[in-house]
């Protein structure tokens, strides 16, 4: 089945020690999110990717990267993993456009000790 | 800005009654896209149902339907036949140029 895939599903690290999570797609669609959840708290966009154009939300802090290396993967790296950061990452992909849905992996939970 | 205000955290229904969940919006952008999304215990989010900003006709997709009232920025999602997998977060959203925005999400439990 076509799908948005996240690896891990949970992830410890530790404070100050670089994270990377990883989603990747099977659905072939052009635009891929990723967003922050936090404990009863609606999802965050961080930023998206169209294709290779990065677009990044004005208060994502910098602490934030991603990397976009082909259709089928995106990659969210942490730098400085802080105890705030703790969350439910989702990834989700869509094939652009504000009408089409957006379809969300089942989410990485980050763990920060 | 787009802001999305979801003002009920929970809800209960009963089984196979019927539950409305709020959601009212802002946004000074003339095209957008209302969507309800349904985030089960531990699972991943997945569509409900989508309504165009510029299409006065509520949409429907089977026991599920929408009120839309654009003039007061208010979409509303009415749950019939409530039935126990219906228990989730529901996220009220808006989208204008591939930019979603959440509401803080309604818990609903269905009660058997």
């Known amino acids: 089945d076509a799908m948005v895939i996240q690896n891990p599903r949970y992830q410890v690290t530790q404070f100050g020690k670089p994270v990377t999570l990883s989603c990747s797609q099977t659905?072939?669609?052009?635009?891929m999110y990723w967003y922050q959840q936090k404990s009863s708290q609606a999802p965050k966009l961080l930023f998206h990717?169209?294709?290779?154009?990065?677009?990044n939300e004005a208060d994502t802090p910098d602490n934030f990267q991603s990397r976009r290396p082909n259709t089928s993967f995106c990659f969210l790296d942490i730098r400085s993993p802080g105890l705030g950061d703790a969350a439910m990452y989702l990834c989700?992909?869509?094939?652009?456009?504000?009408?089409?849905?957006?379809?969300f992996g089942p989410g990485t939970r980050l763990t920060v000790l | 800005a787009q802001t999305v205000t979801q003002s009920q955290p929970e809800m209960s229904v009963q089984e196979a009654e019927t539950v409305t969940l709020s959601c009212t919006y802002d946004?000074?952008?003339?095209?957008?896209?209302l969507f309800w999304y349904k985030q089960p215990p531990s699972r991943q989010m997945i569509l409900v149902i989508r309504q165009e900003a510029y299409k006065q006709q509520n949409a429907t997709e089977n026991r599920f339907s929408v009120n839309f009232q654009k003039a007061a920025k208010s979409f509303s999602l009415k749950i019939s036949d409530s039935q126990l997998g219906d228990a989730a977060m529901y996220f009220c959203?808006?989208?204008?140029?591939?930019?979603?925005?959440f509401g803080a999400g309604t818990r609903l439990t269905v009660k058997p």
């Open positions: 959203a808006l989208t204008h140029n591939n930019d979603m925005r």
């Open positions: 989700a992909t869509s094939t652009g456009g504000s009408y089409n849905e957006q379809f």
């Open positions: 659905l072939n669609h052009n635009v």
């Open positions: 990717y169209y294709d290779k154009d990065f677009n």
């Open positions: 946004t000074s952008e003339s095209d957008y896209y």
